[in-house]
């Protein structure tokens, strides 16, 4: 097997700089778990920046005077290698020593391809208290019992995402002032329109919109549903992965019913279920519960669905409604959890919470609120003994009052406000 070209550092002591592209914010982050025994493991989304990430961490340690020899680097995207054979190889043809003698950096991408990953990875490990492994997977890789069991205490785990909205303004070089929004206000509805359309994948900032449907069903969707997920799971029905794409695309945050689901598709209600599961696990969908205040409760009750990001549904179903997309949008940028829907018809689109508190945030765009909109905040707002809730709109800006309860209306492309509002800070 050729390691050579994997680790081109060996021969020159430099990782090549189109190799490298633009350091983000989590790069600041992992600074302090360098040192620290524990492996680290970077989760996301294919073509989120993983591989760039360790490059980029690669080119700083060598920087500071690690030996280029003692910085190991393997993909095991489409390499069907032995974690094993590769350290044997390693140790006989560049350290010319045992791995165990010395400080060495051990990088490995797609760990997840790897077979028994977690069991090799735990015994490299805990055999070689000198070295520093550092992982990354395009899979929620963590989500699995075992995994955790057995990794338990062994790593930290960093979730590597496409941009943020205030990362692509950077990567686009827009200089926005965020607390005079109304100032940017046609910026920032370009530019939201450009962040929705590429979803923060840093390939996708220049591309038409041919390309970026190319870009994400070919490059992206597909690989994923028809290779690596078959590949991880020994999938019969890749196309059914398509398919519960295609149903969540068209309509993002639809009910998730399983029986009724499997039986539109034709398929058993289990089968349907895991399918969805091996599509979370590729971190495309996002889950979110009925609140209640009970946690199995939640769990219990029916569940909506969205894709992970904007520009997957975009790419399947470019003639989505605006203000679904903004619908997806907020949940996705909040990290949502939660929605409501009671017995009585009652819905509230995100029930954010923090610090045991929630915020029921309605997403309403449309060109006039009426009371209706509100009325559902305010009952929520009274039946949990809370004070505020948060109305994202088109254009309206004002706050409604009953009492001592405040509904604030914000538009969508104030988006620092509402962000601010949602973590609990005043402007």
């Given at each position: 097997?050729?390691?050579y070209?994997?680790n081109?550092?060996?021969?020159?002591?430099?990782?090549?700089?189109?190799?490298l592209?633009k350091?983000?914010?989590?790069?600041?982050?992992?600074n302090g778990?360098?040192?620290k025994?524990?492996m680290?493991?970077?989760t996301?989304?294919?073509?989120?920046?993983k591989t760039?990430?360790m490059y980029q961490?690669i080119d700083?340690?060598l920087?500071?005077?690690?030996?280029?020899?003692?910085i190991?680097?393997?993909?095991?995207d489409?390499?069907?290698?032995?974690l094993e054979?590769?350290?044997?190889?390693?140790?006989i043809e560049?350290?010319?020593?045992d791995?165990c003698?010395k400080?060495?950096?051990?990088?490995?991408?797609?760990?997840?391809?790897?077979k028994?990953?977690?069991?090799k990875v735990?015994l490299?490990?805990?055999m070689?208290?000198?070295t520093?492994?550092f992982l990354?997977?395009s899979?929620?890789?963590?989500i699995?019992k075992?995994t955790?069991?057995?990794?338990?205490?062994?790593?930290?785990d960093?979730?590597?995402?496409?941009?943020?909205f205030d990362?692509?303004?950077?990567f686009?070089?827009?200089?926005?002032?965020?607390?005079?929004?109304?100032?940017?206000?046609?910026d920032?509805?370009?530019?939201?329109?450009?962040?929705?359309?590429t979803?923060g994948?840093?390939e996708a900032?220049?591309?038409?919109?041919p390309?970026?449907?190319k870009?994400?069903?070919?490059s992206l969707?597909q690989?994923v549903?028809?290779i690596?997920i078959?590949?991880?799971?020994?999938?019969?029905?890749?196309?059914?992965?398509h398919?519960?794409?295609m149903?969540?695309?068209?309509?993002?945050?639809f009910y998730?019913?399983y029986?009724?689901?499997?039986?539109?598709?034709?398929?058993d209600?289990?089968?349907?279920?895991?399918?969805?599961?091996?599509?979370?696990?590729?971190?495309?969908?996002?889950?979110?519960?009925?609140?209640?205040?009970?946690?199995?409760t939640?769990?219990?009750?029916?569940?909506?669905?969205?894709?992970?990001?904007?520009a997957?549904?975009l790419?399947?179903?470019?003639?989505?409604?605006?203000?679904?997309?903004?619908e997806?949008?907020?949940?996705?940028?909040?990290?949502?959890?939660?929605?409501?829907?009671?017995?009585q018809?009652?819905?509230i689109?995100?029930?954010?919470t923090r610090?045991?508190?929630?915020?029921?945030i309605e997403i309403?765009i449309?060109?006039?609120?009426?009371?209706?909109?509100i009325?559902?905040l305010?009952?929520?707002?009274?039946?949990?003994?809370l004070?505020?809730a948060?109305?994202?709109?088109?254009?309206t800006?004002?706050?409604?009052?009953?009492?001592?309860l405040?509904?604030?209306?914000?538009?969508?492309w104030?988006?620092?406000?509402?962000?601010?509002?949602?973590?609990?800070k005043?402007i």
């Amino acid at each position: 097997m050729d390691l050579y070209n994997f680790n081109p550092w060996w021969k020159d002591g430099k990782v090549p700089s189109e190799l490298l592209g633009k350091k983000r914010k989590i790069f600041s982050e992992i600074n302090g778990y360098l040192n620290k025994r524990q492996m680290l493991l970077f989760t996301g989304l294919r073509r989120a920046g993983k591989t760039t990430l360790m490059y980029q961490i690669i080119d700083d340690l060598l920087k500071k005077g690690s030996r280029p020899y003692d910085i190991f680097y393997f993909s095991f995207d489409e390499m069907k290698y032995d974690l094993e054979d590769l350290i044997k190889q390693y140790e006989i043809e560049v350290l010319r020593e045992d791995i165990c003698k010395k400080n060495v950096f051990i990088f490995l991408d797609e760990i997840q391809k790897l077979k028994d990953w977690a069991s090799k990875v735990k015994l490299l490990y805990d055999m070689n208290p000198r070295t520093k492994i550092f992982l990354s997977g395009s899979a929620q890789v963590t989500i699995w019992k075992e995994t955790r069991e057995s990794l338990a205490g062994r790593f930290f785990d960093f979730v590597m995402k496409p941009l943020d909205f205030d990362e692509y303004l950077e990567f686009k070089g827009s200089e926005i002032d965020t607390i005079r929004e109304k100032i940017f206000e046609k910026d920032i509805k370009r530019h939201l329109t450009g962040f929705l359309r590429t979803g923060g994948f840093i390939e996708a900032l220049e591309f038409d919109e041919p390309m970026l449907r190319k870009y994400f069903k070919e490059s992206l969707l597909q690989r994923v549903i028809f290779i690596d997920i078959p590949q991880t799971f020994k999938l019969d029905l890749p196309e059914l992965l398509h398919k519960l794409l295609m149903i969540t695309a068209s309509r993002p945050g639809f009910y998730l019913d399983y029986k009724n689901l499997g039986n539109d598709l034709k398929i058993d209600q289990r089968t349907t279920s895991n399918y969805i599961s091996y599509l979370e696990y590729a971190l495309f969908l996002q889950k979110l519960y009925n609140y209640s205040r009970n946690l199995l409760t939640s769990e219990k009750k029916v569940k909506r669905l969205y894709l992970s990001n904007t520009a997957f549904t975009l790419a399947l179903n470019p003639e989505v409604d605006f203000s679904l997309i903004l619908e997806q949008f907020f949940v996705n940028s909040l990290e949502a959890q939660f929605f409501l829907k009671t017995p009585q018809k009652e819905e509230i689109d995100i029930i954010h919470t923090r610090d045991r508190q929630a915020l029921p945030i309605e997403i309403k765009i449309k060109g006039k609120i009426d009371k209706e909109d509100i009325k559902i905040l305010f009952k929520f707002l009274e039946r949990n003994k809370l004070q505020r809730a948060l109305l994202v709109t088109l254009d309206t800006e004002t706050a409604y009052r009953k009492e001592k309860l405040t509904v604030e209306a914000i538009p969508y492309w104030k988006y620092w406000s509402i962000m601010k509002r949602v973590h609990g800070k005043e402007i």
